[in-house]
Protein backbone atom coordinates (compact mmCIF):
# COMPACT_ATOMS: atom_id res chain seq x y z
CA UNK A 1 0.00 0.00 0.00
CA UNK A 2 1.75 3.26 -0.95
CA UNK A 3 2.03 6.05 1.30
CA UNK A 4 0.77 9.35 0.31
CA UNK A 5 2.54 12.98 1.03
CA UNK A 6 3.14 13.46 4.67
CA UNK A 7 2.01 17.07 5.52
CA UNK A 8 4.75 17.28 8.85
CA UNK A 9 6.56 20.66 9.77
CA UNK A 10 9.28 20.37 7.06
CA UNK A 11 6.71 20.04 4.19
CA UNK A 12 4.60 23.05 5.34
CA UNK A 13 7.30 24.79 5.72
CA UNK A 14 8.78 24.53 2.20
CA UNK A 15 5.55 24.87 0.87
CA UNK A 16 5.01 28.21 2.44
CA UNK A 17 8.74 29.25 0.87
CA UNK A 18 7.30 28.10 -2.38
CA UNK A 19 4.18 30.51 -2.19
CA UNK A 20 6.27 33.49 -0.66
CA UNK A 21 9.01 33.16 -3.59
CA UNK A 22 6.83 32.42 -6.21
CA UNK A 23 4.81 35.33 -5.03
CA UNK A 24 7.76 37.86 -4.18
CA UNK A 25 8.87 36.80 -8.16
CA UNK A 26 5.55 37.49 -9.42
CA UNK A 27 4.66 41.00 -7.49
CA UNK A 28 8.18 42.37 -6.01
CA UNK A 29 10.18 44.17 -8.49
CA UNK A 30 14.09 43.03 -8.68
CA UNK A 31 13.51 39.80 -6.40
CA UNK A 32 13.83 37.69 -9.67
CA UNK A 33 16.33 39.47 -11.54
CA UNK A 34 19.68 37.82 -11.76
CA UNK A 35 21.76 39.68 -9.57
CA UNK A 36 19.12 39.60 -6.56
CA UNK A 37 19.02 35.69 -6.81
CA UNK A 38 22.61 35.46 -6.57
CA UNK A 39 22.56 37.61 -3.58
CA UNK A 40 20.21 35.45 -1.95
CA UNK A 41 21.77 32.17 -2.49
CA UNK A 42 25.11 33.31 -1.34
CA UNK A 43 23.11 34.67 1.86
CA UNK A 44 21.39 31.63 2.45
CA UNK A 45 24.39 29.60 2.13
CA UNK A 46 26.30 31.26 4.76
CA UNK A 47 23.21 31.10 7.39
CA UNK A 48 22.27 27.36 6.07
CA UNK A 49 25.74 26.31 7.37
CA UNK A 50 25.16 28.22 10.49
CA UNK A 51 22.39 26.74 10.79
CA UNK A 52 23.83 23.03 10.50
CA UNK A 53 25.97 23.72 13.14
CA UNK A 54 23.44 25.13 15.18
CA UNK A 55 21.25 21.84 14.95
CA UNK A 56 23.53 19.67 15.75
CA UNK A 57 23.69 21.14 19.24
CA UNK A 58 20.06 21.36 19.61
CA UNK A 59 19.17 18.14 18.63
CA UNK A 60 21.71 17.24 21.46
CA UNK A 61 19.36 19.23 23.91
CA UNK A 62 21.37 22.29 23.69
CA UNK A 63 22.12 26.00 22.11
CA UNK A 64 25.01 27.64 20.99
CA UNK A 65 24.56 31.50 21.32
CA UNK A 66 28.51 31.77 21.02
CA UNK A 67 28.25 31.01 17.39
CA UNK A 68 28.64 34.33 15.38
CA UNK A 69 31.31 35.06 17.86
CA UNK A 70 33.05 31.79 16.76
CA UNK A 71 32.08 32.77 12.79
CA UNK A 72 34.34 36.14 13.59
CA UNK A 73 36.67 36.01 15.69
CA UNK A 74 38.37 32.64 14.53
CA UNK A 75 38.08 33.56 11.03
CA UNK A 76 39.43 37.06 11.40
CA UNK A 77 42.75 35.24 13.39
CA UNK A 78 43.19 33.12 10.47
CA UNK A 79 43.50 36.04 7.63
CA UNK A 80 45.32 37.79 9.99
CA UNK A 81 48.26 35.55 10.62
CA UNK A 82 47.59 34.45 6.97
CA UNK A 83 48.13 38.30 6.27
CA UNK A 84 51.02 38.66 8.40
CA UNK A 85 52.68 35.40 6.29
CA UNK A 86 51.81 32.30 8.61
CA UNK A 87 50.62 30.33 5.29
CA UNK A 88 47.40 28.96 4.63
CA UNK A 89 48.11 25.67 6.64
CA UNK A 90 49.24 27.22 10.31
CA UNK A 91 46.91 29.81 10.17
CA UNK A 92 44.18 27.24 9.96
CA UNK A 93 44.92 25.12 12.56
CA UNK A 94 45.45 27.98 14.79
CA UNK A 95 41.63 29.41 13.58
CA UNK A 96 40.34 26.01 14.28
CA UNK A 97 42.49 25.66 17.27
CA UNK A 98 40.95 28.49 19.07
CA UNK A 99 37.44 28.05 18.06
CA UNK A 100 38.10 24.35 19.39
CA UNK A 101 39.28 25.30 22.88
CA UNK A 102 36.15 28.29 22.94
CA UNK A 103 33.74 25.19 22.32
CA UNK A 104 35.40 23.01 24.83
CA UNK A 105 34.57 25.67 27.36
CA UNK A 106 31.09 26.08 26.06
CA UNK A 107 31.11 22.06 26.51
CA UNK A 108 32.74 21.97 30.04
CA UNK A 109 30.09 25.01 31.63
CA UNK A 110 26.82 23.01 30.59
CA UNK A 111 27.79 19.30 30.53
CA UNK A 112 30.25 19.26 34.08
CA UNK A 113 29.45 23.01 35.76
CA UNK A 114 25.90 22.60 34.78
CA UNK A 115 25.38 25.88 33.73
CA UNK A 116 22.22 26.39 30.88
CA UNK A 117 23.48 26.41 27.44
CA UNK A 118 21.55 29.55 27.12
CA UNK A 119 23.71 31.79 29.54
CA UNK A 120 26.85 29.68 29.25
CA UNK A 121 26.70 30.01 25.60
CA UNK A 122 26.07 33.80 25.61
CA UNK A 123 28.40 34.17 28.24
CA UNK A 124 31.40 32.88 26.30
CA UNK A 125 30.77 34.40 23.11
CA UNK A 126 30.60 37.81 24.40
CA UNK A 127 33.48 37.03 26.46
CA UNK A 128 35.31 36.29 22.64
CA UNK A 129 33.91 38.90 20.61
CA UNK A 130 35.19 41.44 23.38
CA UNK A 131 38.69 39.60 23.27
CA UNK A 132 38.55 40.52 19.39
CA UNK A 133 37.47 43.61 19.56
CA UNK A 134 40.18 44.77 22.45
CA UNK A 135 43.12 45.08 20.38
CA UNK A 136 43.67 41.22 18.92
CA UNK A 137 43.33 43.20 15.53
CA UNK A 138 44.25 46.17 14.57
CA UNK A 139 41.20 47.36 12.78
CA UNK A 140 37.32 45.93 12.79
CA UNK A 141 37.92 44.68 9.23
CA UNK A 142 40.45 42.34 8.40
CA UNK A 143 40.83 41.91 4.70
CA UNK A 144 41.69 39.03 3.05
CA UNK A 145 44.94 38.24 2.41
CA UNK A 146 46.27 37.07 -1.26
CA UNK A 147 48.00 33.63 0.92
CA UNK A 148 44.71 32.39 1.20
CA UNK A 149 43.43 33.08 -2.37
CA UNK A 150 43.66 28.92 -3.17
CA UNK A 151 40.14 28.41 -0.93
CA UNK A 152 38.90 31.75 -2.35
CA UNK A 153 36.27 29.54 -3.86
CA UNK A 154 34.58 28.85 -1.05
CA UNK A 155 33.15 31.86 -1.32
CA UNK A 156 33.86 33.11 -4.73
CA UNK A 157 33.24 32.74 -8.45
CA UNK A 158 29.86 30.43 -9.37
CA UNK A 159 29.41 27.13 -12.18
CA UNK A 160 26.72 27.64 -14.49
CA UNK A 161 25.64 30.50 -12.18
CA UNK A 162 25.38 29.13 -9.36
CA UNK A 163 28.11 30.68 -6.87
CA UNK A 164 30.32 27.95 -5.17
CA UNK A 165 28.86 28.92 -1.70
CA UNK A 166 25.82 27.34 -2.29
CA UNK A 167 27.93 23.91 -3.22
CA UNK A 168 29.84 24.47 -0.07
CA UNK A 169 26.55 24.91 2.26
CA UNK A 170 25.19 21.52 0.06
CA UNK A 171 28.42 19.99 0.95
CA UNK A 172 28.08 20.91 4.41
CA UNK A 173 24.34 19.57 4.78
CA UNK A 174 25.85 16.02 3.14
CA UNK A 175 28.52 16.01 5.53
CA UNK A 176 26.31 16.48 8.53
CA UNK A 177 23.84 14.98 7.38
CA UNK A 178 25.50 11.55 6.77
CA UNK A 179 27.16 12.55 10.65
CA UNK A 180 24.53 12.62 11.82
CA UNK A 181 21.98 9.78 10.54
CA UNK A 182 25.26 7.24 9.51
CA UNK A 183 27.99 7.63 12.69
CA UNK A 184 27.73 6.08 16.31
CA UNK A 185 28.82 9.64 17.67
CA UNK A 186 25.37 11.29 15.26
CA UNK A 187 23.02 8.48 16.77
CA UNK A 188 24.54 9.01 19.99
CA UNK A 189 23.92 13.19 19.96
CA UNK A 190 20.25 11.56 18.65
CA UNK A 191 20.04 9.84 21.68
CA UNK A 192 20.98 12.25 24.14
CA UNK A 193 18.65 14.76 22.78
CA UNK A 194 15.83 12.00 23.25
CA UNK A 195 16.79 10.98 26.57
CA UNK A 196 19.78 12.12 28.28
CA UNK A 197 19.04 9.30 31.11
CA UNK A 198 18.33 6.88 29.50
CA UNK A 199 21.42 7.34 27.16
CA UNK A 200 23.56 6.97 30.52
CA UNK A 201 22.10 3.61 31.01
CA UNK A 202 23.10 2.40 27.65
CA UNK A 203 26.67 3.39 28.65
CA UNK A 204 27.17 6.31 26.84
CA UNK A 205 29.35 8.84 27.62
CA UNK A 206 26.87 11.84 27.40
CA UNK A 207 28.98 14.93 29.16
CA UNK A 208 31.98 14.17 26.40
CA UNK A 209 29.66 13.57 24.02
CA UNK A 210 27.67 17.16 24.75
CA UNK A 211 31.28 18.73 24.87
CA UNK A 212 32.03 16.97 21.39
CA UNK A 213 28.88 18.37 19.77
CA UNK A 214 29.87 22.27 20.44
CA UNK A 215 33.24 21.16 18.99
CA UNK A 216 31.23 20.06 15.69
CA UNK A 217 28.87 23.57 16.07
CA UNK A 218 32.74 25.79 16.22
CA UNK A 219 34.13 23.78 13.27
CA UNK A 220 30.93 24.42 11.42
CA UNK A 221 31.29 28.23 12.50
CA UNK A 222 34.54 28.66 11.42
CA UNK A 223 33.71 27.20 7.73
CA UNK A 224 30.87 29.80 7.30
CA UNK A 225 33.22 32.64 8.64
CA UNK A 226 35.68 31.51 5.61
CA UNK A 227 33.06 30.99 3.28
CA UNK A 228 31.74 34.65 3.93
CA UNK A 229 35.01 36.00 4.16
CA UNK A 230 35.82 35.21 0.68
CA UNK A 231 32.72 36.24 -0.66
CA UNK A 232 33.02 39.76 1.03
CA UNK A 233 36.95 39.50 0.74
CA UNK A 234 37.18 40.62 4.28
CA UNK A 235 36.01 39.52 8.08
CA UNK A 236 34.33 42.52 9.30
CA UNK A 237 34.80 41.77 13.12
CA UNK A 238 31.52 44.21 13.69
CA UNK A 239 28.86 41.61 12.77
CA UNK A 240 28.78 40.06 16.12
CA UNK A 241 26.65 43.25 17.20
CA UNK A 242 24.14 42.10 14.70
CA UNK A 243 20.98 39.53 15.23
CA UNK A 244 22.16 37.17 12.93
CA UNK A 245 22.35 34.46 15.59
CA UNK A 246 18.31 34.87 16.15
CA UNK A 247 17.99 34.22 12.24
CA UNK A 248 19.85 31.13 12.66
CA UNK A 249 17.41 29.73 15.75
CA UNK A 250 14.80 31.14 13.29
CA UNK A 251 16.09 28.40 10.42
CA UNK A 252 16.42 25.80 12.62
CA UNK A 253 13.03 26.26 14.36
CA UNK A 254 11.20 27.05 11.80
CA UNK A 255 12.62 23.74 10.25
CA UNK A 256 11.21 21.59 12.46
CA UNK A 257 14.41 20.64 14.27
CA UNK A 258 12.46 20.07 17.79
CA UNK A 259 14.36 22.03 20.73
CA UNK A 260 13.54 20.03 22.64
CA UNK A 261 16.20 17.63 21.40
CA UNK A 262 16.67 13.71 19.69
CA UNK A 263 14.41 15.17 16.39
CA UNK A 264 15.58 17.16 13.10
CA UNK A 265 18.16 16.93 10.66
CA UNK A 266 20.20 18.74 7.79
CA UNK A 267 17.41 18.55 5.84
CA UNK A 268 14.70 20.19 8.19
CA UNK A 269 17.80 23.67 8.07
CA UNK A 270 17.78 23.58 4.36
CA UNK A 271 14.14 24.11 4.48
CA UNK A 272 14.41 26.79 7.36
CA UNK A 273 17.10 28.39 5.42
CA UNK A 274 15.15 28.36 1.84
CA UNK A 275 12.17 29.87 3.60
CA UNK A 276 13.94 32.50 6.15
CA UNK A 277 16.43 33.33 3.54
CA UNK A 278 13.62 34.67 0.88
CA UNK A 279 11.74 36.52 3.65
CA UNK A 280 14.52 38.70 4.81
CA UNK A 281 15.51 39.52 1.03
CA UNK A 282 12.37 40.17 0.16
CA UNK A 283 11.63 42.59 2.93
CA UNK A 284 15.61 43.92 2.00
CA UNK A 285 14.34 44.85 -1.40
CA UNK A 286 10.56 46.00 0.12
CA UNK A 287 13.23 48.89 2.05
CA UNK A 288 11.74 47.54 5.21
CA UNK A 289 13.49 49.55 8.16
CA UNK A 290 15.99 47.23 10.17
CA UNK A 291 13.79 47.63 13.38
CA UNK A 292 10.46 46.27 12.21
CA UNK A 293 12.52 43.68 10.43
CA UNK A 294 13.95 42.84 13.85
CA UNK A 295 10.18 43.04 14.79
CA UNK A 296 8.76 40.70 12.21
CA UNK A 297 11.36 38.25 13.12
CA UNK A 298 10.81 38.30 16.36
CA UNK A 299 7.04 37.97 16.27
CA UNK A 300 8.06 35.24 13.94
CA UNK A 301 10.08 33.56 16.23
CA UNK A 302 8.04 33.61 18.82
CA UNK A 303 5.46 31.51 17.16
CA UNK A 304 7.81 29.55 16.19
CA UNK A 305 9.08 28.65 19.61
CA UNK A 306 5.43 28.16 20.65
CA UNK A 307 4.31 25.90 17.69
CA UNK A 308 7.73 23.78 18.59
CA UNK A 309 6.46 23.44 22.53
CA UNK A 310 2.82 21.82 21.30
CA UNK A 311 4.99 19.54 18.43
CA UNK A 312 7.84 18.87 20.32
CA UNK A 313 6.54 19.09 24.12
CA UNK A 314 9.14 18.68 26.98
CA UNK A 315 8.14 15.99 30.09
CA UNK A 316 9.68 15.75 33.46
CA UNK A 317 11.60 12.47 32.94
CA UNK A 318 13.41 13.59 30.45
CA UNK A 319 13.88 16.97 31.29
CA UNK A 320 17.06 17.79 32.70
CA UNK A 321 18.93 21.04 34.21
CA UNK A 322 21.44 21.55 31.28
CA UNK A 323 18.61 22.41 28.95
CA UNK A 324 17.91 25.55 27.08
Given amino acids: MK ?48 GLGMAVVVIGRGIDLSMIALLTVPTAL ?9 GLG ?25 IPSL ?6 GIGLAGVGQSGLFEYDIVPWPK ?30 GTFMLKTRPGLFIYAIGD ?7 AGISVR ?27 MDTRIFNLTWIYDVILVVVLGGVGLSGGRGGALNVVVGTLLI ?30 LDSVINPRNEETAQQGDI
Fill in 3 to 50: RGIVFDQQMIVFLLFAVIFIAFSLFLPGFFSIGNVVTLLRTESVLGIL
Fill in 78 to 86: VLSLAGAGY
Fill in 90 to 114: LSLLAGLGVAAAVAVLNGILVAYAE
Fill in 119 to 124: FATLAV
Fill in 147 to 176: SLDTIAWLGRGDYWGIPYSVFAFAAAAVVV
Fill in 195 to 201: NPGAARI
Fill in 208 to 234: PMMIFQYVISAIISVFAGLVLAASANN
Fill in 277 to 306: GTIINGMTIMNISYEVQNLIKGVVLLIAIS
